[in-house]
C-alpha cells in the first residue's frame, strides 16, 4: 500500500514563508512526476508546482518567482518553498505523485490528504 503524508501548512502574514513537505511511503518500485496542487474556497483545485524525477520544475504562472519546488529521490519527498505569499495563496494544497507501486506494472495516481495554507494579517 502507499500513501503520501504531507507536513507544513498554517497561517502566515502577507509576505512571509512556509515549506511544505510531502512523504511517500509503502511498497513502492519507482516514484514519477510529483507535484502540488492547491485549491480555493469555490475555486477549482489547480496545479501550483511540479518536478519530475530528474528535477524539471514547471510552475503556475500566479507562483513563478515566489515558489520553488525540490525533491529527496532517496527519501521518496517533495518539498515547495513558498515565499512572498500573499493573501490570495490562502488555500488548501495537496500532494500528488505518480507511483509505480511493487505491485504493478503501470504507475498509479495517488493524493495526500491536504493541508491548509492561509495568508492573512
Known amino acids: 500500500q502507499v500513501q503520501l503524508v504531507e507536513f507544513g501548512g498554517g497561517l502566515v502574514q502577507p509576505g512571509g514563508s512556509l515549506r511544505l513537505s510531502c512523504a511517500a511511503s509503502g511498497s513502492i518500485r519507482s516514484v514519477n512526476t510529483m507535484a502540488w496542487y492547491r485549491q480555493a474556497p469555490g475555486e477549482q483545485r489547480e496545479l501550483v508546482a511540479a518536478?519530475?524525477?530528474?528535477?524539471?520544475?514547471n510552475f503556475a504562472d500566479s507562483v513563478k518567482g515566489r515558489f520553488t519546488i525540490s525533491r529527496d529521490n532517496a527519501k521518496n519527498t517533495v518539498y515547495l518553498q513558498m515565499n512572498s505569499l500573499k493573501p490570495e495563496d490562502t488555500a488548501v494544497y495537496t500532494c500528488?505523485?505518480?507511483?509505480?507501486?511493487?505491485?504493478?506494472?503501470?504507475?498509479?495516481?495517488?493524493w495526500g490528504q491536504g493541508t491548509q495554507v492561509t495568508v492573512s494579517s
Open positions: 500528488y505523485a505518480r507511483i509505480v507501486s511493487r505491485w504493478r506494472i503501470y504507475e498509479d495516481t495517488y
Open positions: 518536478i519530475t524525477p530528474d528535477g524539471g520544475p
